[in-house]
């Protein structure tokens, strides 16, 4: 490879490293990565945690979640931010009868792991030992920030909660039926609570609502039958939004006439619906950088910075509410 770019192998050795304070030109550089690229050369991990005593791969544990639309984009997104800082994200799901933490990270001997659940103190000890940095990104009601604006499960039941307040005096919320999710669901359902009590709303009618129209159907004739009316519906994710939408249909209704509706995630199904589904766009790709700088800068041995910007929602207004 230093024949093909014409440099030293001390140079080659620098660039494909990354090695600091070298003075490499960009256009020494770009020889390298092209005679690499012309070569097929591909750096091999072994090697590399020899040398370096771990890694570049940063594990990352998800629960038991269903990989709906949004787990898989904020997935995505954590992959391409950490391939922006020169690390290699990979996912390990604690699915039923998978096999356990212990025996993943000692078989991938990652730089890092990012935990989106907490592990037992003895996981995260044995981790620590062996040079492992451990980070827990916990999905609570503060979520990644402090700031109710900021994305998180609290405030994104109350944009859902604000925005059908201007036009309903009485909210549902549709809860999902599977409780795998509930560390969202809950979280967003206290969301709804908590702007309708601050906006002198009646507390929120919730119900769980499966993704079957007859179900759905019943939840809503619950919904209309109720007294004061629930006429404005907060739901999960746009997967129950549109389950409410289909119990609309199955009665002759429609949204938002009979009843306006809400989701959550902005789906690809959330445009193309019937009517289009009003919904709370998360910003998967500003959570994916607060989370790659975090491991980045433990990795680095540095405090994270204080001065990112943080993600924040916001509403794709469509015809359902």
């Given amino acids: 490879m230093a024949r093909e770019a014409g440099v030293s192998r001390a140079t080659v050795s620098f660039v494909l490293n990354n090695t600091q304070h070298q003075k490499i030109t960009e256009a020494t550089r770009r020889r390298v990565l092209t005679a690499a690229e012309k070569l097929g050369y591909a750096p091999s991990a072994a090697a590399r945690t020899l040398r370096y005593g771990r890694s570049d791969v940063v594990l990352g544990l998800l629960p038991d979640w269903p990989l709906g639309y949004a787990a898989g984009q904020l997935v995505q997104e954590l992959t391409l931010a950490f391939a922006n800082r020169n690390l290699t994200f990979v996912v390990h799901s604690g699915i039923r009868g998978a096999r356990s933490l212990s025996e993943i990270w000692k078989a991938i001997t990652p730089a890092a792991v990012l935990s989106f659940e907490p592990f037992s103190d003895s996981d995260a000890t044995a981790m620590r030992a062996a040079g492992i940095e451990v980070i827990v990104a916990l999905y609570d ?40 999710v509930a560390v969202f669901a809950g979280p967003r359902a206290d969301g709804v609570r908590k702007a309708c009590a601050e906006l002198g709303l009646p507390e929120p009618d919730v119900r769980t609502v499966p993704l079957t129209a007859d179900a759905a159907a019943d939840a809503v004739r619950s919904w209309l039958a109720a007294d004061p009316q629930v006429t404005g519906i907060c739901a999960f994710n746009d997967d129950v939004a549109m389950s409410v939408l289909a119990g609309l249909r199955r009665l002759g209704l429609e949204a938002p006439r009979d009843m306006a509706v809400i989701g959550v995630d902005d789906s690809p199904a959330a445009a193309v619906s019937s009517p289009p589904l009003t919904s709370v766009v998360q910003d998967l790709p500003g959570i994916a950088e607060l989370y790659a700088n975090s491991v980045r800068a433990a990795l680095d041995g540095a405090p994270a910075t204080s001065n990112q910007v943080e993600p924040r929602i916001r509403l794709e207004v469509r015809e359902s509410a």
């Fill in 141 to 180: 009601d503060k979520g990644p920030g402090s700031d109710e604006n900021i994305t998180s499960a609290n405030a994104i039941g109350a944009a859902q909660a604000r925005h059908l307040a201007a036009s309903h005096r009485r909210l549902g919320y549709a809860y999902p039926d599977d409780e795998r």
